[in-house]
């Protein structure tokens, strides 16, 4: 089946400094990809829609410049969390769908990154 | 829009006993239904999902849904609940034009006792 790769698994970092979270379809090309972030006890809000060679969509009071999104090739997103703050730690996740994708066809999540800033 | 509605935040059942995990939905057209579980600090697998046709789903690790239009529901069921099945588990609905988004209920928590 599908297999969506998440790197890294956790990361703690250092207020202020930026986190790269990588996002790998590894047997499919995806040619959109969806980042999530999911507080503690709660459902999985989605950040951003990304697609392959374009700029990302993202959704309503997620600020594009905290959180910039790069889709350079149909098997890698990467989510980068600029200047991070405490608020920032949560557990991110990623979820891909291929170019022969159809309607009724469920998104390959990858196994998350759980982001911790001191 | 869409929306999803899974109340209660934790169920707890015997190991053994029967589970039912409910999930209720609001979509102007028949959707596309799926369920998700996820262990802790990991991401979600797919269990089962509703697309067109049999109402009734069968899953992976023994458990099923039923899609019922009249009641907007999709409830997940499990005869007999193993330990292994605690996780967090989330009903998710998505309409079927290519580009609509997957949204997802809370979850809900559920615990096997011993």
């Known amino acids: 089946g599908a297999v969506v790769s998440q790197h890294p698994s956790r990361v703690i970092c250092k207020s202020g400094t930026s986190v790269k979270i990588e996002c790998r379809s590894l047997d499919f090309q995806a040619t959109t990809m969806f980042w999530y972030r999911q507080f503690p006890k709660k459902s999985l809000m989605l950040m951003a829609t990304?697609?392959?060679?374009?700029?990302?969509?993202?959704e309503q009071g997620v600020e594009k410049d905290k959180f910039l999104i790069n889709h350079a090739s149909l098997t890698l997103s990467t989510l980068t969390v600029t200047s991070a703050h405490p608020e920032d730690s949560s557990f991110y996740i990623c979820?891909?769908?291929?170019?022969?994708?159809?309607?009724?066809?469920?998104?390959?999540f990858g196994n998350g990154t759980r982001l911790t800033v001191t | 829009a869409q929306s999803v509605t899974q109340l209660g935040s934790h169920v707890s059942v015997s190991e053994g006993a029967l589970v039912l995990l409910r999930c209720n939905y609001s979509?102007?057209?028949?959707?596309?239904l799926f369920w998700y579980v996820q262990y802790p600090n990991q991401g979600l697998q797919l269990l089962l999902k509703?697309?067109?046709?049999?109402?009734l789903v069968k899953g992976i690790n023994g458990f099923e849904a039923e899609f019922k239009k009249s009641e907007t529901s999709f409830h997940l069921t499990k005869p007999s609940a193993h330990m292994s099945d605690a996780a967090e588990y989330f009903c998710?609905?998505?309409?079927?034009?290519?580009?609509?988004?997957?949204?997802f209920g809370k979850g809900i928590t559920l615990s096997v006792r011993p």
């Open positions: 979509s102007s057209v028949p959707p596309y």
């Open positions: 998710a609905v998505r309409l079927t034009g290519a580009n609509s988004k997957l949204t």
């Open positions: 979820s891909a769908k291929s170019s022969d994708w159809t309607g009724n066809s469920p998104l390959h």
């Open positions: 509703y697309t067109t046709g049999a109402t």
């Open positions: 990304s697609n392959e060679g374009s700029k990302a969509t993202y």
